[in-house]
């Protein structure tokens, strides 16, 4: 009887970014090394890429979830490695940091089964099997709204379902523009999350590199979620990266919002890459001693993650520890890769947990 030929699964082939795919080898020689090759296209339609070397356990398999990877662009066992290892293939564009530009359509991710260890820098590769996944940042059901009114632009997200749902308003940073990838993603766990442009958007009025809005744009933008009719209107949210932090503290603070730091009477959950080299995150941390000095202890979660850098993202995104913002304006962010992706598979678990108890309960 012929030998079965080699098979590659992944399950589930169709999933959220933030869920974990199992990938496994079947019917494979007896101890053989094996690569794992992963690749998939930018929505700007840059190639990157990943590889790991695998040994085919006695009964001719492996399974990431399980078995280390002896060599490539992880080590170790980590089940999800070949997606957060991924950087630009070689000779692509310098600068590239990985970002979802149309959440309506999945990054599609195509893995190869390659006989022995091998590098990608190798031309004749040995394609034994192959599976593709599909990586999505938005869930069936999800509508997607975009938002130009009053002054205001960014895009809405609702969940599936009748309402009315806990909300959530998201703010990134000064690479500017508008970012909705985690605002779809948050709306995927039953959250309405509004993305708000606030700098470097056409829509927006001045200069694109100039933030020409003041505390009432953001203030409307929180109202506007508070006041819609799919949403709790005690039960709304802010998250911010980056200059977002900035944000996020101001609004409830400067705004009318809320209140003084001092004064804080809502949870708040501040994050540290204490391999930031973007900005001081672990001094900017006083804020930790203010809120202490308040007798507010009890309302602040403070996680703190060695090796991780500035950009801590949904949980298997690929680091950059550096990248272009802007033409001719590189921005070192730290992280080291492992570490980094560590970081934020603990950290977004943290969040979703954190939101669920003090938005949803």
């Avoid at 308003?169 to 606030?198: C, H, I, N, P, T």
Wanted: aromatic letters at 8%; proline letters at 7%; a negative charge.
């Amino acid at each position: 009887l012929a030998e079965p030929a080699p098979v590659l699964t992944a399950a589930p082939v169709r999933a959220l970014v933030d869920e974990q795919v199992s990938i496994r080898g079947h019917f494979l020689p007896l101890h053989c090394p094996v690569t794992l090759h992963a690749r998939m296209h930018s929505d700007e339609g840059d190639l990157w890429e990943s590889f790991a070397h695998y040994n085919a356990d006695e009964r001719g398999t492996f399974s990431l979830t399980r078995d280390p990877s002896v060599g490539g662009s992880y080590l170790g066992c980590e089940p999800m490695g070949l997606f957060w290892s991924m950087q630009p293939a070689p000779g692509g564009r310098e600068g590239l940091r990985l970002r979802k530009k149309s959440v309506e359509s999945p990054y599609t991710v195509h893995v190869s089964l390659l006989e022995g260890h091998v590098s990608t820098s190798e031309g004749q590769w040995s394609e034994l099997a192959a599976v593709t996944v599909e990586r999505w940042y938005i869930a069936p059901g999800v509508k997607r709204i975009e938002i130009n009114q009053n002054g205001l632009v960014g895009t809405l997200f609702i969940p599936p379902g009748p309402g009315p749902f806990p909300a959530m308003l998201d703010l990134w940073g000064m690479g500017g523009g508008l970012q909705e990838y985690r605002s779809s993603l948050l709306a995927s766990k039953g959250y309405v999350s509004f993305s708000l442009a606030y700098f470097g958007h056409k829509d927006l009025p001045g200069p694109p590199n100039c933030i020409n809005v003041g505390d009432s744009y953001f203030k409307a933008a929180f109202l506007l979620l508070q006041d819609h009719p799919q949403v709790v209107s005690d039960r709304v949210g802010i998250i911010g990266l980056s200059f977002g932090c900035y944000l996020t503290l101001r609004i409830p603070t400067k705004t009318g919002v809320k209140v003084r730091h001092e004064k804080l009477d809502c949870p708040l959950m501040y994050i540290v890459g204490e391999d930031d080299l973007s900005t001081a995150s672990i001094e900017n941390a006083d804020l930790v001693k203010l809120v202490k000095s308040a007798g507010k202890s009890h309302l602040l979660t403070r996680l703190s993650y060695p090796g991780a850098g500035h950009l801590i993202e949904p949980p298997y995104s690929p680091s950059a520890r550096t990248s272009d913002v802007s033409a001719a304006v590189i921005t070192m962010w730290g992280g080291h890769p492992a570490l980094h992706a560590a970081a934020q598979e603990d950290a977004w678990k943290k969040i979703l947990d954190y939101l669920e108890k003090n938005l949803r309960s």
